[in-house]
C-alpha cells in the first residue's frame, strides 16, 4: 500500500512544473491520468512522464470539454499549467469544476499567479527568480548572472509548492469535505524560499553582495575549483571545525583558519586554494577527500550519477534507468515508479466508459 494509493489526479498536459508535481504524486501511489492533446505536448520525457495513464483529447470541443468534466467528476485533483483565464474559456474552470465535483483540489501552477498586472504575461524561470532577488545573487562581479538551469524557479518555487499545496488542501478536506483552489506561483514559491536570506541579511550574518556573498561563490571555502584533468570539484567547508579539516587535508596551514571569515582574504585564499586543486585529477581528489568531514563532493555529469558509491548503495536510480527513485522515503507505505500506460484501463478503473 502507497501512502497516496486511491487518490485520483487528473493532469491536464503542460510542460515543466506541472508535469513533475504530477509525477511526485504518482510515485507516492496517485492514479494519474493525463488529458493530452493529440501528438503529445511537444516536450517527451520519459523519466518526467512516468506513471501516467495518457488520453488524448480535443479539450477545444465541446465533445472534448464534456468528456474532461465527466473524467474530473470522479477525480480528487485537477493540475492544470495554462495561462489565467485559459481554463475558464474552455469552460474547464475551478468554479465550473468545483460546482460539479465540490471535493475537487484544482491546482493552477503558473510563473506569475492568477492575478497581478503580469499574470498573463509570458515568462520562463529566469524571469521568474530575477524578480525575487535570487538571481541576482548568484555569479560573480562584472558579469551578468548566470541561468542557475531551471531548477530554482519551476521545480523549486513551482512543483514543490504545487505538491505542499495539494496536499494541506486534500488534508483539510478530509475535514470539511470540501475542495478549493491551489493557486500556485512561481514567485511566491521562490519568494517563501528567499526567506533565509531576507532574514539573515539584515543580521549581518549573510550578504547578497556577490563579490561577498558566502553561500554564492565569492567565499573559498564553498563553491568549486578546477583539477588537473578539467574536471570539478566542490568544497562546502562553512564551519570552522570543517574547515580546518580541508585546510589539513589539503597540506595548508591551519593558520589560514583565522581569516576564514575575512571576506577581504576571500579572493587571495581563492587563487591559492585553486593553485593546490588543480595538481590533481577529480578521482584523485576524491581519493584523498571524499568520506571526510571536509564537506567535499566531485562534481558529476548526469551520466555519472547512478554508478556513484552513495547513488547506487542508496538505489537512488531504479528501473536500469535514469529514473531517480520515488522521493521522500516513507517507512511504512514507500512510493514506487508506475509505468506510463493507456488512459483507457485508468477510465475503465474510475468507472467511466
Known amino acids: 500500500m502507497t501512502a497516496l494509493a486511491g487518490l485520483r489526479v487528473v493532469e491536464f498536459a503542460s510542460i515543466g512544473p506541472g508535469p513533475h508535481a504530477a509525477m511526485l504524486l504518482s510515485d ?8 493530452e492533446r493529440v501528438g503529445g505536448n511537444g516536450w517527451p520525457n520519459p523519466v518526467m512522464d512516468r506513471g501516467r495513464a495518457l488520453l488524448p483529447l480535443d479539450i477545444r470541443t465541446p465533445e472534448g470539454r464534456d468528456r474532461a ?5 470522479r477525480a ?10 485559459v481554463m475558464e474559456r474552455l469552460g474547464l474552470g475551478p468554479i465550473t469544476m468545483l460546482e460539479r465535483n465540490p471535493r475537487l483540489v484544482y491546482g493552477r501552477m503558473t510563473g506569475w499567479g492568477q492575478t497581478g498586472p503580469l499574470a498573463r504575461v509570458a515568462g520562463h524561470d529566469l524571469n521568474y527568480i530575477a524578480v525575487s532577488g535570487a538571481l541576482a ?3 560573480t562581479s562584472g558579469s551578468p548572472p548566470p541561468p542557475p538551469l531551471n531548477l530554482i524557479g519551476d521545480f523549486g518555487g513551482g512543483s514543490m509548492f ?6 494541506a488542501a486534500l488534508l483539510e478536506r478530509a475535514r470539511s469535505g470540501r475542495g478549493q483552489v491551489v493557486d500556485a506561483a512561481i514567485v511566491d514559491g521562490v519568494n517563501s524560499m528567499m526567506a533565509m536570506f531576507a532574514g539573515l541579511v539584515p543580521a549581518g550574518h549573510v550578504s547578497m553582495d556577490r563579490d561577498r556573498n558566502m553561500l554564492g561563490g565569492a567565499a573559498p571555502f564553498y563553491r568549486c575549483y578546477t583539477c588537473a584533468d578539467g574536471r570539478y570539484v566542490s568544497v562546502g567547508a562553512i ?16 593558520a589560514l583558519a583565522a581569516s576564514q571569515m575575512d571576506a577581504a582574504r576571500w579572493a587571495e585564499t581563492t587563487r ?11 578521482d584523485e581528489w576524491c581519493a584523498l577527500l571524499e568520506g571526510t568531514d571536509t564537506c567535499f563532493a566531485p562534481v558529476l555529469d548526469l551520466d555519472e550519477v547512478p554508478a556513484h558509491a552513495h547513488m547506487a548503495d542508496r538505489g537512488d536510480m531504479v528501473d536500469g534507468a535514469w529514473h531517480a527513485a520515488p522521493a521522500p522515503r516513507l517507512s511504512r507505505t514507500p512510493g514506487r515508479v508506475a509505468p506510463t500506460t493507456e488512459g483507457a484501463a485508468r477510465l475503465a478503473d474510475w468507472g467511466i466508459c
Do not use: M, N, Q
Open 28 to 35: 507516492l501511489g496517485a492514479e494519474v491520468l493525463r488529458i
Open 239 to 254: 564551519e570552522p571545525k570543517f574547515y580546518a579539516k580541508l585546510l589539513d587535508r589539503l597540506g595548508l596551514s591551519p
Open 69 to 73: 468534466l465527466a473524467i474530473t467528476d
Open 272 to 282: 591559492l586554494f585553486a593553485s593546490v586543486f588543480v595538481t590533481r585529477s577529480r
Open 162 to 167: 504545487l505538491v505542499t499545496g495539494i496536499l
Open 137 to 139: 545573487a548568484i555569479g
Open 76 to 85: 480528487d485533483v485537477v493540475i492544470e499549467g495554462l495561462r489565467p483565464g
